[in-house]
């Protein structure tokens, strides 16, 4: 009894049984090997155009997915090693930046009507003419972008 007559026979559109060779060279090189029949070999899977694409794209996202919050960790870490030395942008490195109600006089001018003007002193930089730069609170080196998120809870 051959063992080939017991298993029983694999059917799937992906197998096929190896092409037969019908020259005394396919007897000669299959003395050593067993029968064609006990060796199924894979068939290429049949794509079409657009599953190719969707496993190419599903590819990519995923590379891009891993490779993108790599790169940011690499550049923190990079710009961690680095000395921040470049001025604030919005007060040109001085760390206060002029009053926007009073134009930094410290004092605002109200026209009461006709010819009356009354002179009071600027409730928002209390009579000062300027106020701490909130780009890096008052210290005149411009932040680095991370640096300049504040995370609040708003509960």
Known sequence: MSITASLP???????????????????????????????????????DQNTVVAISVGVV?????????????????NSAKRDNTQPCFPCNGSGAQ????????????????????EVSR?????????LTCTTCQGTGIQPRYLDRREFKDDD
């Open 9 to 47: 026979r694999l059917q799937s559109p992906f197998l096929c049984c190896p092409l037969k060779l019908s020259s005394s060279v396919s007897q000669i090189s299959l003395r050593n090997q067993r029968s064609p029949a006990s060796y199924p070999c894979i068939r290429a899977v049949d794509l």
């Open 61 to 77: 996202s995923v590379a891009v997915g891993i490779g993108i919050p790599i790169f940011y960790e690499t550049q923190i870490d």
């Open 122 to 130: 600027c409730i928002n930089c209390d009579g000062a003419g300027s």
């Open 98 to 117: 002029k009053c926007r109600f009073c134009t930094g006089t410290g004092s605002v001018t109200v026209e009461l009507g006709g010819d009356e003007k």
